[in-house]
T-cell receptor, first 117, second 111 residues
Framework: GAVVSQHPSRVICKSGTSVKIECRSL??????MFWYRQFPKKSLMLMAT?????????EQGVEKDKFLINHASLTLSTLTVTSAHPEDSSFYIC?????????????FGPGTRLTVL | GESVGLHLPTLSVQEGDNSIINCAYS??????FIWYKQESGKGPQFIID?????DKRQGQRVTVLLNKTVKHLSLQIAATQPGDSAVYFC??????????FGDGTTLTVKP
């Protein structure tokens, strides 16, 4: 159990377009979902935390108008990179906490590789 | 601010040897830690966790040791295999920390 999926796994887009990435918890309800960004050979950088039905909490330095997060249900969160530019190219990873777990163990999705041309 | 971090960015071991990856943390109130493994191009995978009321926890071929006195934890991998080659992160899984993850240690297993 505790499987998290992401879609798409890989996307290439032109500069100026918007890209939506979906994160789903497949077999559990997630109280909280997290979005991370990872550069090559670097650690994960937390971008934002989202709770179902409320506004996401963004980390310092992350533009909320640039990275729109919607957490529509206990199993789905989406990240939209608006007006993407080459510097937004990165590996985006989501994770989710289980609603029925007392500790904040995070279950990770497989990641989405975004390349902006 | 509070942080967790790994000691060495890279570790190279011979197949069959034991591997030890170290991690230090700064928040003495930390009560839960997780070790993750990340293979190239994939999301992190849970390996093992430990709560602060324990000093040691064993899994299959892996052992995590927690030393609260010096705020240090380690991951030991027994009989390291080529499939263990990956980046390893220790993490303190709390919400809304600016940096939940320490920097990774890249483990390379030589045949």
């Amino acid at each position: 159990g505790a499987v998290v999926s992401q879609h798409p796994s890989r996307v290439i887009c032109k500069s100026g377009t918007s890209v939506k990435i979906e994160c789903r918890s497949l077999d559990f309800q997630a109280t909280t979902m997290f979005w991370y960004r990872q550069f090559p050979k670097k650690s994960l950088m937390l971008m934002a935390t989202s709770n179902e039905g409320s506004k996401a909490t963004y980390e310092q330095g992350v533009e909320k108008d640039k990275f729109l997060i919607n957490h529509a249900s206990l199993t789905l969160s989406t990240l939209t990179v608006t007006s993407a530019h080459p510097e937004d190219s990165s590996f985006y990873i989501c994770s989710a906490n289980r609603a029925d777990h007392s500790y904040n163990e995070q279950f990770f999705g497989p990641g989405t590789r975004l390349t902006v041309l | 601010g509070e942080s967790v971090g790994l000691h060495l960015p890279t570790l190279s071991v011979q197949e069959g040897d034991n591997s030890i990856i170290n991690c230090a943390y700064s928040n003495s109130a930390s009560d839960y830690f997780i070790w993750y493994k990340q293979e190239s191009g994939k999301g992190p995978q849970f390996i093992i966790d430990i709560r602060s009321n324990m000093d040691k926890r064993q899994g299959q071929r892996v052992t995590v040791l927690l030393n609260k006195t010096v705020k240090h934890l380690s991951l030991q991998i027994a009989a390291t295999q080529p499939g263990d080659s990956a980046v390893y992160f220790c993490a303190e899984p709390k919400v809304s920390l600016e940096s939940t993850f320490g920097d990774g240690t890249t483990l390379t297993v030589k045949p």
